[in-house]
């Protein structure tokens, strides 16, 4: 088991090599996350009353189509000098290879999250402190990732990915996003625990379900 | 074959009525083929006969439509891991990342095989490729030629006894073939069991036992090196890929 373990590091570790280098997926992502949340900042008035009300929808949209963009470039590293097929002759089992794929996607959303949510917060003068909100990211990120990751490998070998991924994938994705909006706008209302529990419950339930079914189709979407 | 659909074993390489389909096109039809080990042996024919299918299907990449392939006595359908640490494959992509170093590619493509003494082995199959001076590099900044040369310390960083070459001359400039070359003949010199594809005749005799021309997915010709008359090989081979055409 250790040793399924050290290998899922060295595929994650790998990648976030690569990406310290090349810095690819977060400087995009990043970029193109923040200037959704500027244009929101002065389409709407951070003062008044709806902001409680819009600033989820804000933050999930800017966090959802950001990430498409660095789930384009998961599987972009594996397909120059085809190393996807060195992977594939590795005696490990495909899970490992997507559990080492998904552990860097989710790390880089979560770097990314953990950048623009603070900017969000103080665009829009929400409070800073707000733990349970880190929670929310770290729920809604692995649902987020664990399709994603999946349907990045899917995307791979088609022409026009970078038009056929969001297609595919955002309705899928759809639940785990819808409650994490919900959720963020308990947060932000400073509702109780209670008022969020059931879409909390829902997004660990899509979570699992995501990550089960993923782990057991991505063998099939990797081989030739 | 045994009840078990493992091969005997005294193989290295057991390959019975291998075929393979795309749609409606047979890039493979009732392939035959048994090396012995150690043996090296070389496969030739044009493009498009089906000698980078045998080679994905010999290295588990792709699954065959029919008939049975063992290497060293595991079947690659039943047992794809086991048979995973016994082969080794050079192709002209290299599989390497060029955003790491020399050093870390190797690291990686190790640990994934679970090699023991990984530091020493790193050091040795670069000295091997005579690439030392190059080990904390990354492999983008590197020629073609010594990204091959990488690609193939690479494809024996885990000591498998199979070796497949699929064109590993491909891409690169005259320079870069001589190097090559050179490491693919000590290659050649080890116990390994070889089994490449190429368009070079000159190398692919010398290096080779037993070479194979296939034509349409098919094995049309096979003969030991010693049996041949270069002259009248070449005639040969030059009359399929004439048709080819």
Not at chain 1, 161 to 177: A, H
Not at chain 2, 37 to 50: D, K, L, Q, S, Y
Not at chain 2, 58 to 77: F, Q, W
Not at chain 2, 164 to 171: F, H, I, K
Request: proline share 4%.
């Amino acid at each position: 088991m250790s040793r399924m373990y050290a290998r899922v590091f060295a595929i994650f570790w790998k990648d976030v090599l690569s990406e310290i280098r090349t810095k690819e997926i977060v400087t995009a992502v990043l970029v193109f996350a923040l200037l959704v949340l500027v244009i929101f900042n002065f389409a709407f008035d951070p003062a008044s009353g709806t902001t409680a009300r819009i600033a989820p929808g804000i933050l999930w949209v800017a966090f959802t189509f950001a990430g498409i963009l660095g789930l384009n470039r998961v599987f972009a590293i594996e397909k120059e000098n085809s190393s996807l097929a060195g992977l594939r002759l590795c005696p490990v089992d495909r899970m490992v290879i997507f559990w080492g794929k998904l552990a860097g996607s989710f790390t880089f959303m979560l770097v990314i999250a953990a950048v623009i949510t603070p900017i969000f917060l103080v665009l829009f003068n929400l409070p800073l402190f707000l733990p349970r909100l880190a929670l929310i990211i770290v729920l809604a990120t692995l649902g987020f990732t664990s399709v994603g990751t999946l349907f990045s490998a899917l995307a791979m070998n088609i022409r026009a990915r970078d038009i056929m991924l969001p297609i595919l994938f955002l309705p899928l994705v759809v639940p785990v996003i819808i409650g994490a909006v919900e959720t963020t706008a308990c947060v932000l209302a400073g509702g109780p625990w209670s008022d969020m529990l059931t879409w909390l419950e829902i997004m660990i339930a899509f979570d699992i379900i995501y990550l089960v079914v993923a782990t057991l189709m991505f063998e099939f979407v990797i081989e030739e | 074959m045994n009840e078990t659909g493992a091969g005997s074993g005294a193989w290295a390489i057991e390959v019975e009525g291998l075929g393979k389909s795309f749609g409606s096109h047979r890039a493979l039809t009732g392939i035959c083929l048994k090396v012995g080990r150690g043996e090296h042996v070389t496969v030739f024919g044009p493009n498009g006969a089906g000698k980078t299918s045998l080679i994905k299907i010999l290295s588990t990449l792709m699954k065959p439509s029919a008939g049975t392939v063992c290497l060293d006595g595991s079947d690659i359908s039943k047992v794809p891991s086991e048979v995973r640490r016994k082969i080794g494959l050079v192709a002209h992509q290299t599989f390497l990342y060029d955003d790491l170093t020399v050093y870390e590619n190797l690291k990686f493509y190790g640990k994934m095989y679970d090699v023991p003494n990984l530091e020493e082995q790193i050091h040795n199959v670069v000295r091997w490729v005579r690439l030392e001076a190059r080990l904390h590099d990354r492999v983008g900044t590197l020629s073609r030629g010594m990204q091959q040369r990488i690609s193939i310390a690479r494809a024996v960083i885990h000591n498998p006894s199979i070796v497949l070459l699929d064109e590993p001359e491909v891409g690169l400039d005259p320079h870069a073939i001589v190097m090559v070359r050179e490491v693919l003949d000590s290659l050649s010199a080890g116990e390994r069991t070889v089994v490449m594809t190429t368009h070079n005749l000159e190398q692919g005799i010398e290096m080779s036992d037993r070479v194979v021309i296939l034509y349409k997915g098919r094995i049309v010709y096979q003969e030991h090196k010693d049996r041949i008359d270069i002259a009248t090989f070449r005639e040969t081979y030059d009359r399929y890929t004439e048709s080819a055409k």
